[in-house]
């Protein structure tokens, strides 16, 4: 099993940055694809930003392309989600998922069917 625990998340205003971060414990848990995902209320989980393995391939979705960054630390099991030019539409829950690596496009991983293992999440609201 593996075990995730988002933080960073919290109130700013439009144009302003936040950085989330998701704790990762668990067997083998450097062997997963790690995703971002978002929720507002009365809306579908969207995923947001996937990276592989080694931390080399990433993906985005179209709504955050350009203001987001996912990255990994292996060392430390933890992924980050650097969140740039904050919109009042980027108001969500974010979570953090994990799914054992396979073969095929990184961008199917943006589907959280893909995905065994969530967080918690952590709430970010823009104004």
């Known amino acids: 099993h593996v075990q995730l625990v988002e933080s960073g998340g919290g109130s700013v205003q439009a144009g302003g940055s936040l950085r989330l971060s998701c704790a990762t414990s668990?067997?083998?848990?450097?062997?997963?694809?790690i995703g971002w995902f978002r929720q507002a209320p009365g809306k579908e989980r969207e995923g947001i930003a996937v990276i592989s393995v080694n931390g080399k391939t990433t993906c985005y979705a179209d709504s955050i392309k350009g203001r987001f960054i996912i990255s990994r630390d292996n060392a430390k099991n933890t992924v980050h989600l650097q969140m740039n030019s904050l919109r009042p539409e980027d108001t969500a829950m974010y979570y953090c998922?994990?799914?054992?690596?396979?073969?095929?496009?990184?961008?199917?991983?943006?589907?959280?069917?893909?995905?065994?293992?969530w967080g918690q999440g952590t709430q970010v609201t823009v104004s």
């Open positions: 668990g067997h083998n848990v450097n062997q997963n694809y």
């Open positions: 998922a994990a799914a054992r690596a396979a073969f095929g496009d990184l961008s199917s991983y943006l589907d959280r069917t893909r995905y065994n293992y």
